[in-house]
């Protein structure tokens, strides 16, 4: 009598662990979601602040060195007759010859501003404001670079100054570079322009967008009734 064959249960197939995929251009989790084109934009922006404030640095030393050895000290040397000349003088004040006697306070007040520009500057997303601040930046440290180095000592130097304009004040190519900075600064006050690049008027409306793409949404919803219609009699 053949032996009945031995019955066969089915075996449950063992399920092995899946690990998720994992975007690496996503965001991790407490990250700011920055878009690619963004996070070049911003380092293209610095880099551009960044190399101002360098060739501003550079070319007011560099001129600051050929200055004292090519003027003699008080000896105005006319460029265009008594509108502009050379004259070397050493400046314990401020910017344009201001605030004479003030070093060690001027010294502070420059430091403050290159922090301050500094931290300022992570959140630079206009091509203006990355101009205003490499202008604002190398020209502080171009007079700050004085105020350490040179005499009398340390945090009290003198600033090099010897672009004389008219009778009115002598200053350097740090002076000219502040000053332009404070001009552009106006013009981006007035146009309404904020350091993160946006303006004033692309403030969100009350759902959260914009007021321009509120209006391209309610023009949408204008225009979808007339297509459902043309729709129906198709």
Known sequence: ?????????????????????????APTPGEPDVPPVAGRRRR??????GLLTVVVLAADQVTKAWALSALEPGTRTPVLGDLFGLQLIRNSGAAL????????VLT?????????????????????????????????LGNLVDRFWREPGFARGHVVDFLAYGNWFIGNVADIAI?????????????GVSLDGTRQHDEPAPGGETDEAASRDVAVDQDAPVA???????
């Not at 010859?97 to 060690?104: P, R």
């Not at 000053?179 to 146009?191: P, T």
Request: glycine content about 10%.
């Open 1 to 25: 009598m053949p032996s009945p064959a031995p019955s066969s249960s089915p075996v449950d197939p063992v399920e092995e662990p899946t690990t998720p995929l994992v975007d690496p251009a």
């Open 44 to 49: 293209r922006l610095l880099l551009t602040f």
């Open 97 to 104: 010859s201001m605030a004479n006697g003030m070093t060690w």
């Open 108 to 140: 502070l007040v420059a430091c403050v501003v290159v922090v301050v520009v500094i931290r300022a500057s992570r959140r630079l997303g206009s091509a203006g404001w990355a101009l205003a601040f490499g202008l604002l930046l190398g020209g502080a």
């Open 179 to 191: 000053v332009a900075a404070a001009g552009l600064v106006m013009i981006l006050a007035l146009r």
């Open 228 to 234: 459902g219609a043309e729709e129906s009699r198709g």
